[in-house]
């Protein structure tokens, strides 16, 4: 089963991004393309049971302006998928 996240749009500090085959429990995080650290927050975990889905992802306000994209992690943090990268303004 291949898992797949993909950006769609950011509109007022909102990422919006739709994935497929993400168990529950996994995780989505925000990643900085600079540094390739994980952001602490946010931090978006699937709970539909459903294999084709939607995320709406609100940017706290200590993201930064910034190229980014979005992982997906199962339950015990191991790389499910990666989306393509994104700006922040």
Request: net charge positive.
């Amino acid at each position: 089963m291949i898992s797949i996240i993909n950006f769609v749009e950011v509109e007022n500090r909102v990422v919006c991004a739709t994935y497929r085959n993400l168990m529950i429990k996994a995780k989505v995080v925000l990643v900085d393309k600079t540094s390739g650290a994980p952001l602490p927050d946010p931090v978006t975990t699937i709970a539909s049971p459903v294999p084709v889905g939607s995320l709406r992802i609100k940017l706290t306000e200590h993201v930064r302006p910034g190229t980014y994209f979005l992982v997906a992690l199962n339950g015990h943090g191991s790389y499910l998928a990666k989306s393509a990268e994104f700006e922040v303004p």
